[in-house]
């Protein structure tokens, strides 16, 4: 009798649900607010497996100074007006002592206000916009670098490698404009200009216009400023057009998901880095996450399963010096003195004038269904 194949869909959902749970318990609530649902969810889900990873091996432990963690998560579809809704159930209503990783550059901007009301930090917002790091936001503290810096780095590279018309897919968002004045220093960098710019709508591109300006321009590269399926289904209405131009996404989409998502036209495709390379097994960083991953039954670590774990861990940290019953209050303070090494050297540090966290930008390439670096 065949043993039937299972469902690697239905795996990453079965792990998702165990790593959700949590002890009855708590007595330290954090609350995240993001995609569960919408265009970037597998990315999200992603992200959450590496962050439940650390909460759940610091509740085996006994938690932090004794006391249990519980995450409360609530989906907001990448809708910005949710997000803040959420936000404010959150801090107003579950009384968190601070929110994590909650998802999108509109989201995130449109959540300040009710940050800075309360004085709730939130710690590793899972975007690269550069208005979360210049000015300093004072409640926001960055554990990642910044579109800007990955859009520059694309256009750069591309350049190095002969190529010279570029052009490039925007968000009409936030997030569209900030990644676009990165690929701007680049083209200045590079001595170029982009050979057309193209806004998507963040929700519903619409393809049948973007895709022909495009090859009219005969882009030898796209850079495509966007997230999760209104990438991946771009992507492939442009190979379905014929072109075979290099295409180069940000960070936002280094997601197994993402690749997923793209099938067979995920070869070739460069995808920034913002953490170090997944399969770099020397590095204990990756060991450490790659061990508890394993114990959960998942074989292989992904770029936003990093960027969950990363940012959470360094949450745990500043909760775990910030020592029993921790406020709002004390657990700023904590942040605004901070510097921790998560593993691997990556030295993440804050001062009241810098919340940037990590700097770190690499690029990766789609191969065989992965990242490659």
Do not use: C
Request: hydrophobic letters at 45%; charged letters at 20%.
């Amino acid at each position: 009798m065949k043993k039937k194949k299972s469902n690697p869909r239905l795996r990453a959902a079965a792990l998702l649900l165990a790593l959700a749970a949590t002890g009855a318990s708590a007595q330290i609530v954090i609350g995240q607010s993001a995609d569960l649902s919408g265009p970037v969810a597998a990315s999200v889900k992603e992200t959450i497996m590496g962050s439940q990873l650390v909460i759940d091996q610091v509740n085996a432990q006994g938690g932090i100074n004794g006391e249990q963690i519980e995450v409360i998560r609530m989906d907001d579809g990448l809708d910005a007006k949710r997000s803040l809704e959420n936000s404010r159930i959150l801090i107003e209503d579950r009384k968190v002592v601070a929110l994590l990783l909650n998802r999108g550059t509109p989201n995130t901007l449109a959540v300040i206000p009710l940050l800075d009301k309360h004085g709730v930090p939130l710690v590793g917002p899972s975007t690269g916009a550069m208005a979360l790091h210049k000015p300093v936001q004072k409640n926001i503290f960055n554990v990642r670098s910044t579109y800007q810096r990955e859009a520059e780095k694309a256009v750069v590279h591309l350049q190095t490698t002969g190529i010279q018309r570029i052009a490039v897919v925007q968000a009409d968002d936030s997030f569209g404009k900030d990644g676009l004045e990165g690929a701007n220093r680049g083209f200045e960098k590079a001595n170029l200009k982009p050979v057309v710019i193209a806004l998507a709508d963040r929700n519903k591109p619409d393809f049948a216009a973007i895709v022909p300006k495009l090859v009219e321009a005969n882009a030898q590269a796209v850079l495509w400023i966007g997230s999760g399926t209104s990438v991946s289904d771009g992507v492939k209405a442009l190979r379905a057009a014929g072109s075979a131009a290099q295409v180069v996404t940000l960070s936002n989409n280094a997601a197994s998901g993402f690749i997923k998502d793209l099938g067979s036209a995920s070869r070739g495709v460069i995808v920034t880095q913002v953490f170090p390379y997944e399969r770099s097994f020397g590095n204990p960083l990756i060991k450490e996450a790659l061990a508890l991953a394993k114990a959960k039954g998942q074989e292989e670590l992904s770029p936003a399963l990093l960027e969950g774990f990363v940012a959470t861990k360094v949450l745990v940290e500043a909760l775990r010096r910030t020592g029993p019953k921790p406020t709002r209050a004390r657990l700023l303070a904590t942040l605004n003195a901070f510097q921790y090494d998560p593993g691997g050297g990556l030295d993440i540090s804050y001062s009241p004038t810098d919340h940037t966290g990590i700097e770190y930008v690499d690029l990766s390439i789609v191969s065989d269904g992965r990242f490659k670096r």
